[in-house]
């Protein structure tokens, strides 16, 4: 999976916890969770956990902490899908 | 520096499906599963330490400028027998002091880096339609929304 895939995935997943529809559809690495999409910080646990689920990757504590923007996100899947790999 | 997190009750319901599979261990310690496995009213038990847990990063965030999302490492406690709920969270070797009110539709706690203090901080809690649209004006310590509620502190 490549960069855009991710996010075109992310997107999915991140749909149902915003209601900032304009945000949405501008959505890109640069995108934050909380101050541009207003996403609940509680739900952020369920996209983390969605996340886990799409992608059958665990994410740790450490990373999850630096999941508050697309870009770190995308990076933090990359990185996980690729050590699933190897 | 104060903290402060209102949580709406009602909304939490519908938006936050805590009993979801893994939920819980993304958050809170072990520690603080006990305490929700073990209180009488659950839901409560889970907003009250998430509210003491935002409300205490909050202060957090302002003094060492550090953002992320780790709610696993601010470890809340709270303190026994006291008619008010008090606690404190800790992270990293900062410790912040809390004081929390339960209501029917809404949880609210107030943070502070220093016990006393706690008592000193002026609480106004707004529910929908009435929230002031000027309130910025009035500098509050600190500025919490969720659903209906507008919680600000001084």
């Known amino acids: 999976m490549n960069k855009e895939e991710i996010i075109e995935a992310l997107k999915i997943i991140v749909e149902p916890y915003s209601e900032e529809a304009s945000a949405l559809v501008h959505i890109n690495e640069n995108t934050d969770f909380i101050t541009d999409l207003k996403i609940n910080s509680a739900n952020l646990v369920d996209i983390v956990l969605d996340i886990e689920e799409k992608f059958n990757i665990e994410i740790d504590n450490d990373s999850m902490a630096k999941m508050l923007t697309v870009k770190a996100t995308t990076e933090i899947i990359a990185q996980k899908l690729e050590a699933h790999a190897g | ?154």
């Open chain 2, 1 to 154: 520096m104060l903290g402060n997190d209102i949580v709406d009750l009602d909304l939490a319901k519908i938006q936050s499906n805590w009993r979801r599979k893994n939920y819980l261990d993304k958050i809170f310690t072990i520690e603080e599963q006990l305490l929700i496995t073990s209180a009488k009213k659950t839901d409560e038990m889970v907003w009250l330490l998430w509210s003491m847990k935002e409300s205490a990063y909050k202060i957090y965030n302002r003094k060492t400028g550090i953002r992320n999302f780790a709610p696993k490492s601010l470890n809340c406690t709270i303190y026994p027998n006291a008619d008010q709920i008090k606690g404190a969270v800790n992270i990293d070797n900062h410790t912040y002091f809390t004081k929390s009110n339960i209501q029917l539709h809404y949880i609210h706690t107030i943070a502070a880096p220093v016990y006393s203090k706690l008592e000193e901080i002026k609480v106004a809690i707004y529910e929908l339609p009435d929230h002031p649209s000027d309130y910025k004006r009035t500098k509050p310590g600190c500025v919490s929304h969720h659903g209906q509620y507008l919680a600000l502190v001084y």
